[in-house]
C-alpha cells in the first residue's frame, strides 16, 4: 500500500450537489488469492485483515472509495470452498449474498497456478450474472507463466454474454495498475446516490476492525488448524485525556487445551500475538495504544449458530 491512512476518516463530509454515480462492487474468489490484499489497496488504508493463511476473510468487509462525482462501496467476500462446518457455510453464504446485490464483479485469481476446483466453483457463479465483470490476475510479480495462466481462467467464462475485461497485476506491489482498474471500475458505475458520506473508509464499526487486526495477527503466529478455530471480538474501547488509546478484547477459541496454545509457555505467544496487533493499531490510528488480550473458551463455536451470532458471523 501506498499510504497507511486510518480507516476512519471524517466521515461527516456530503457528496458534492449534482450528478452522482455509485454501486456496490463484490471481490469474489476462492480463499488466498489476495482478495483483501486488493481491497487495501484500491482504499490506500487498511480496512481487511490479510495472512497468508486461506480463509482469513470471514464476513463481508465492506470498503468505500469516493470521489466527488464516484463512490465505490466494495465488498470484500470470504474465500468461495466445499465447507466443512457452519462458520464455513457463513462464509459461504457471505458470498452468494454479495453476488446477488452488487453492479460489479472482480474476480481475483491467482496467476501462480492454473485453476482450481475451487475456481471453477466461483466461476459458475458469476458467468450467468448478467453484471459488468473484471477478471482480474493477481500475483503477476510471482508468476512464472501469468498469461498461460490467464487464458485458462477464461475459458472458465466461455459462452458469457455480459460485459467482461480484464486485467493481470500485483495488487500488493503494483499501485499504478490498481490506480488504473479503479479508475475504469468507477467508469462503470450506474447513476445513484451515494450510499455512504464521503469521507468514509469502511462500514465496520473501530470495534469489529480492531477485533479483525488482532485475529490478523493470531493466523500469522499460530499453527496447523488452530487458527481457525480462533475467533476474536473488542468489548471496551476507551480513550484517555491525554489520546492513548485503551482497547480490551478477546481471543476466542474452542477447546481448554487451545487456550494453553494460544497463551503459550510463560504467556509468550498471547504478548507476541498482542505486540504485533498493538503495533499495527497504533500506526494506522496514529494513537499510542494499550492493548490488553483475554483467551477465552466457547466450546464448539464453528458449529454452534448462537455462538457465532455472539461473535458477529450473522
Known amino acids: 500500500m501506498t499510504d497507511q491512512s486510518s480507516p476512519f476518516p471524517d466521515a461527516n463530509e456530503a457528496p458534492t450537489p449534482g450528478e452522482t454515480h455509485s454501486g456496490f462492487v463484490a471481490i469474489v474468489g476462492k480463499p488466498n488469492v489476495g482478495k483483501s490484499t486488493l481491497l487495501n489497496a484500491f482504499l490506500n488504508t487498511k480496512v481487511a485483515p490479510t495472512s497468508p493463511r486461506p480463509q482469513t476473510t470471514r464476513r463481508g468487509v465492506r470498503g468505500i472509495h469516493s470521489t466527488d462525482t464516484h463512490q465505490i462501496v466494495f465488498v470484500d467476500t470470504p474465500g468461495l470452498h466445499k465447507p466443512k462446518d457452519a462458520l464455513g457455510k457463513y462464509m459461504n453464504q457471505e458470498v452468494h449474498s454479495a453476488l446477488s446485490d452488487v453492479d460489479v464483479i472482480l474476480w481475483v485469481v491467482d496467476l501462480r497456478h492454473p485453476p482450481t476446483d475451487e475456481d471453477q466453483l466461483v466461476a459458475r457463479q458469476v458467468r450467468e450474472l448478467p453484471k459488468p465483470l473484471f477478471l482480474i490476475g493477481n500475483k503477476t510479480d510471482a508468476a512464472k507463466y501469468p498469461g498461460e495462466a490467464m487464458k485458462l481462467y477464461r475459458a472458465l467464462l466461455e459462452g458469457r454474454t455480459a460485459e467482461t475485461q480484464e486485467t493481470m497485476l500485483s495488487a500488493q506491489n503494483s499501485p499504478d495498475a490498481v490506480g488504473t482498474l479503479r479508475e475504469q471500475i468507477l467508469d462503470a458505475l450506474p447513476e445513484n446516490p451515494f450510499f455512504y458520506p464521503r469521507g468514509a473508509a469502511s462500514d465496520q464499526s473501530r470495534e469489529q476492525w480492531a477485533a479483525e487486526i488482532i485475529r490478523e495477527e493470531a493466523m500469522k503466529k499460530l499453527r496447523d ?45 498471547l504478548r507476541e500475538i498482542g505486540q504485533a496487533a498493538r503495533k499495527q493499531l497504533e500506526v494506522f490510528l496514529n494513537r499510542k495504544v494499550f492493548l490488553g488480550l483475554e483467551v477465552i473458551v466457547i466450546p464448539g463455536w464453528r458449529e454452534d449458530e448462537e455462538a457465532l451470532r455472539e461473535l458477529g458471523y450473522e
Open 225 to 269: 488448524e488452530l487458527p481457525y478455530a480462533v475467533a476474536t471480538r473488542v468489548n471496551r474501547w476507551t480513550e484517555r485525556e491525554d489520546g492513548l488509546q485503551r482497547i480490551e478484547g478477546e481471543i476466542v477459541v474452542e477447546k481448554n487445551a487451545h487456550k494453553g496454545m494460544v497463551i503459550g509457555a510463560g504467556g509468550k505467544q
